[in-house]
């Protein structure tokens, strides 16, 4: 049974800086991409970073680039998201997620129906 529990999320002021985790089991961690999705209230859930689908590395939204750092610690089946400067936009609730490595149309790897496996999220609250 694979799972995804996120941690680390909280209460921060613009400006500050919080570091996600998302441990997993059940699953050879190593071999599949993982991603991080956000969702704020009353939006869709939308891609923040990935890595794994290719071999340029990493990928990041627009919206978080130069400020959020996607890393994995494969011996500790755990991925992490570094949150930078945040800021009151990047309220949500942020979710992990573990793709079988494969999905059809142009960057569908941004996209949740490329993820088949979930954490439970974990709440991000940015105060002006």
């Known amino acids: 049974q694979v799972q995804l529990v996120e941690s680390g999320g909280g209460l921060v002021q613009a400006g500050g800086s919080l570091r996600l985790s998302c441990a997993t089991s059940?699953?050879?961690?190593?071999?599949?991409?993982m991603g991080w999705f956000r969702q704020a209230p009353g939006k869709e859930r939308e891609f923040v970073a990935a890595?794994?689908?290719?071999?340029?590395?990493?990928y990041y939204a627009d919206s978080v680039k130069g400020r959020f750092t996607f890393s994995r610690d494969n011996p500790k089946n755990t991925v992490y998201l570094q949150m930078n400067s945040l800021k009151p936009e990047d309220t949500a609730v942020y979710y992990c997620?573990?793709?079988?490595?494969?999905?059809?149309?142009?960057?569908?790897?941004?996209?949740?129906?490329?993820?088949?496996?979930w954490g439970q999220g974990t709440q991000v609250t940015v105060s002006s």
């Open positions: 997620a573990s793709s079988p490595g494969y999905c059809s149309g142009s960057g569908c790897w941004m996209k949740p129906p490329a993820y088949n496996y």
């Open positions: 059940g699953r050879t961690f190593s071999s599949y991409p």
């Open positions: 890595d794994r689908w290719s071999s340029s590395g990493i």
